[in-house]
């Protein structure tokens, strides 16, 4: 962490820099995302590994990044998955996040100390994502002002029949999130404003949540439309139509082409940097690990 003026920097340059020294990757060609678009990992496919504890120790690196590295978190949780049973694919897609980690290592997040106290948040899914299982992959990302406080890439557990039911899925999940964001800044006596802005890229799903008639078509998710629809007569979210090249939580839910992720991510920093840079592309001295 690096403390400035008007905010605090929280990088892991130096964590980086020694995990790509410790699995000799500084030499190698960098690459423009984290994860090929083209290449579909499975379960049952390619040799084992003969060394997994090699393969489950560079994933658990890896996830440990996440905590400032919101654009791979959805490349973390999809290596995850392949934990119990590691292949050479797997451990492929695994090196081709390190030579991802080496175009930028000094990637850093700034949380300000604006009075900006607004909440807002996206979230995303992508229906029957997996190969093996078909179950959808939720994404969302918390902001409070400009600053990303929380986002999340995960499997969902259980078989979505729909896109819709996917999307909302993902709707209860960062619906849930901002119940303890809020009930968190209220313990640290900073006051946000209600209701909390939603962005979703799914027009069927901000009708349902607003309409207060069940259909048939969604008895099977009602719990889940109940939870959301509680928190929308609270006064605690709002939920808003976006558009999808507009859906910043994107890159949470798939792998996208080196230009597409380097799109989202700049119009993510676009965003962010409105107010007071909050997302910054410095460009020290990537071996100088003090800046």
């Given at each position: 962490?690096?403390?400035?003026?008007?905010?605090?920097l929280?990088c892991?340059?130096?964590?980086?820099?020694?995990?790509?020294?410790?699995?000799?990757?500084?030499?190698y060609?960098?690459?423009?995302?984290?994860?090929?678009?083209?290449?579909k990992l499975?379960n049952?496919?390619?040799?084992?590994?003969?060394?997994?504890?090699?393969?489950?120790k560079?994933?658990g690196?890896?996830?440990?990044?996440t905590n400032?590295?919101l654009?791979i978190?959805?490349s973390v949780?999809?290596?995850?998955?392949?934990?119990q049973?590691?292949?050479?694919?797997?451990?492929?897609?695994a090196?081709?996040?390190l030579?991802y980690?080496k175009?930028d290592i000094?990637l850093?997040?700034?949380?300000?100390n604006?009075?900006n106290?607004?909440?807002?948040?996206?979230?995303?899914s992508?229906?029957?994502a997996c190969?093996?299982?078909?179950?959808?992959?939720?994404?969302y990302i918390v902001l409070?002002?400009d600053?990303?406080?929380s986002?999340?890439?995960?499997?969902?557990?259980?078989?979505s029949?729909?896109?819709?039911?996917?999307?909302?899925r993902?709707?209860?999940?960062v619906?849930?999130?901002?119940?303890w964001?809020?009930?968190?800044?209220?313990?640290?006596?900073v006051?946000?404003t209600?209701?909390?802005?939603?962005?979703c890229?799914?027009?069927v799903?901000?009708h349902?949540a607003r309409?207060?008639?069940f259909?048939?078509r969604t008895?099977?998710?009602?719990?889940?439309?109940?939870?959301v629809r509680d928190?929308?007569?609270e006064g605690?979210?709002?939920?808003?139509?976006?558009?999808?090249?507009?859906?910043?939580?994107?890159?949470l839910t798939?792998?996208l082409?080196g230009?597409n992720?380097?799109?989202?991510?700049?119009?993510?920093?676009?965003l962010?940097?409105e107010?007071?840079?909050?997302?910054?592309w410095?460009?020290p001295?990537?071996f100088?690990?003090?800046s």
């Open positions: 962490m690096r403390y400035k003026g008007d905010g605090v929280v892991q340059r130096k964590f980086t820099m020694d995990l790509l020294k410790e699995y000799d990757y500084l030499t060609s960098s690459v423009n995302s984290p994860l090929d678009p083209t290449i499975r049952e496919d390619g040799a084992l590994l003969p060394d997994p504890g090699y393969y489950k560079l994933v690196k890896l996830n440990f990044l400032t590295r654009d978190a959805y949780q999809h290596l995850s998955q392949f934990m049973v590691s292949r050479e694919p797997h451990l492929k897609a090196i081709h996040v030579r980690l175009k000094t850093r997040i700034f949380l300000s604006g009075p106290y607004t909440v807002s948040a996206y979230c995303d992508d229906w029957a190969p093996d299982s078909r179950k959808c992959v939720s994404g409070l002002g600053d990303p406080i986002w999340k890439s995960k499997k969902q557990t259980t078989v029949l729909s896109s819709t039911e996917a999307e909302y993902s709707v209860m999940k619906v849930g999130e901002l119940v964001v809020k009930r968190l800044l209220e313990e640290l006596t006051m946000c209600n209701p909390i802005t939603v962005f890229d799914s027009q799903v901000v349902i309409n207060l008639v259909h048939e008895k099977h998710i009602e719990v889940d439309c109940h939870f928190k929308i007569q605690l979210v709002e939920l808003h139509h976006i558009s999808t090249s507009d859906q910043l939580a994107d890159n798939k792998a082409t230009i992720h380097s799109d989202l991510l700049s119009k993510l920093a676009n962010l940097s107010a007071q840079r909050a997302l910054q410095w460009k001295n990537p100088d690990l003090h």
